[in-house]
Nanobody, 124 residues
């Protein structure tokens, strides 16, 4: 059974940091592009960041550039999202996803596997 399990979410004050982790199991994701998306209450899910299978290429949504960093450890089948300088508008459920067959992917439709999400709440 393929699973992506996110962890590391929680409550943090504005300006603080969190590091999200996504552990994959059930298959090897080392050849897949990986990404993070988020969904705030009452809003559609949006792209946050993506990383290529090797980790050599990354892509970020404009509002996350300079604050978020995506990385991966293929030996551990894990992808990370380091979030710094958090703002109240970053409050959302954050989802990890895997896209097989893509060098890097930024669209939801390109992703085949999804985690259940982890809540991030940023207080002002």
């Amino acid at each position: 059974q393929v699973q992506l399990v996110e962890s590391g979410g929680g409550l943090v004050q504005a300006g603080g940091s969190l590091r999200l982790s996504c552990a994959a199991s059930g298959r090897t994701f080392s050849s897949d592009a990986m990404g993070w998306f988020r969904q705030a209450p009452g809003k559609e899910r949006e792209f946050v960041a993506a990383i290529s299978w090797s980790g050599g290429s990354t892509h970020y949504a404009n509002s996350m550039k300079g604050r978020f960093t995506i990385s991966r450890d293929n030996a551990k089948n894990t992808v990370y999202l380091q979030m710094n300088s958090l703002k109240p508008e970053d409050t959302a459920v954050y989802y990890c996803a895997a896209a097989s067959g893509w060098a890097i992917a930024t669209l939801e439709d390109e992703y085949d596997y999804w985690g259940q999400g982890t809540q991030v709440t940023v207080s002002s």
